[in-house]
């Protein structure tokens, strides 16, 4: 069993704008965790994202937006935006609450890092 699943997308995806949360196929990065797809048994788990263009702010409050948008119409997606716990030049790190398919949460600590 392992003890800490990650999951890594490119912001932006080069396939799907919104693939950091939800995909077209089921491989978002939030999304695999939220169906249990990854971390499944595992209270808290970790969601990597490496950051090509834009600033650390423009992902939190595009991913929020996001993520409010599919609350609008799943409320399972409800109170799970990203919350800013530590930002410094060249990384972001930021915790989000995720309701999962089965009765128990996880915490998915978010760990940006810019790329170029």
Known sequence: MPLFIVESKRLPSKTYEKEYVIGEK?????????????????????L??????????????????WINELASIDETWADEQLSLNEMKCDYSYLTSNVKRVSSDDVLLHHFWVKIE
Request: proline residues 0%; aromatic residues 12%.
């Open 26 to 46: 089921k491989n978002g990065g939030i999304e695999r965790f939220k169906i249990e797809k990854h971390g499944k048994g595992l209270s808290e788990c970790g």
């Open 48 to 65: 990597f994202g490496f950051i090509e263009l834009e600033t650390f702010e423009n992902w939190q409050s595009k991913i929020n937006k």
